[in-house]
């Protein structure tokens, strides 16, 4: 089932902040983050997993509520780089652990 | 280098000639997954290989076959192409069970 993600665009200005959710329905084993900018693959951001372990690159933040099936991605103080559209992908706790679901994505603009 | 390639890059064929989209990696990773992905509804899981001669369907994997006989390759094969099959598809890697994936550039494939 794919996950829901919020907003599904946002614009800003160079050194604003920014966050996106991505939201289950079922129960999640693991959250994971990329961003894909125009034209190219998609890029690892992070992996959250149920337990509280995390693992991604150190300017990237983001939480994971297990009760609430959420994950937010946090991006402060952007750069022009930041620019792209981001994606929340879900393994469920119930299905089968290797299935990876995206979420449609969330469009982000830095402007400068 | 570490990378995910795939060829061909782009393809226009004719419905129902069949064709094959392969798909290698050099990282000896056991996990590999295709995904086909159209504007607005992100990256949608077709099949993924937990390792050689183990593999599941994604979301939408119908009009789709796909083999693991060697742990680095990973072909994606359209029998029977059809025009709702036009997409961008992106092969993708990982170690188990899935983590960071590391994505090929991406085949643009047209079907008239």
């Known amino acids: 089932q794919q996950p829901v993600q919020s907003p599904q665009a946002v614009i800003l200005r160079e050194g604003e902040d920014a966050v996106i959710n991505c939201s289950s329905s079922k129960a999640l084993y693991s959250v994971h983050w990329y961003r894909q900018k125009h034209g190219e693959a998609p890029v690892f951001l992070m992996i959250l997993l149920k337990g509280g372990e995390q693992k991604g690159h150190e300017k990237i933040s983001a939480s994971f509520n297990e009760k609430k099936q959420q994950s937010s991605l946090y991006l402060t103080a952007s750069q022009l780089s930041y620019s792209g559209t981001y994606f929340c992908g879900t393994v469920l706790v119930s299905g089968s652990a290797r299935q990876l679901t995206f979420g449609s994505g969330t469009q982000l603009t830095v402007l400068p | 280098e570490a990378q995910v390639t795939q060829n061909p890059r782009y393809l226009i064929t004719v419905t129902g000639k069949k064709l094959t989209v392969t798909c290698s990696q050099n990282m000896n990773h056991e996990y590999m997954s295709w995904y086909r992905q159209d504007p607005g509804l992100g990256l949608r899981q077709i099949y993924y290989s937990m390792n050689v001669e183990v593999t599941d369907k994604g979301d939408v994997p119908e009009g789709y076959k796909v083999s693991r006989k060697e742990k680095r390759n990973f072909p994606l094969i359209l029998e029977s192409p059809s025009p709702n099959q036009t997409s961008l598809y992106f092969c993708?890697?990982?170690?188990?069970?899935?983590?960071?994936?590391?994505f090929g550039p991406g085949t643009r494939l047209t079907v008239t």
């Open positions: 993708a890697s990982s170690g188990q069970p899935p983590y960071e994936q590391y």
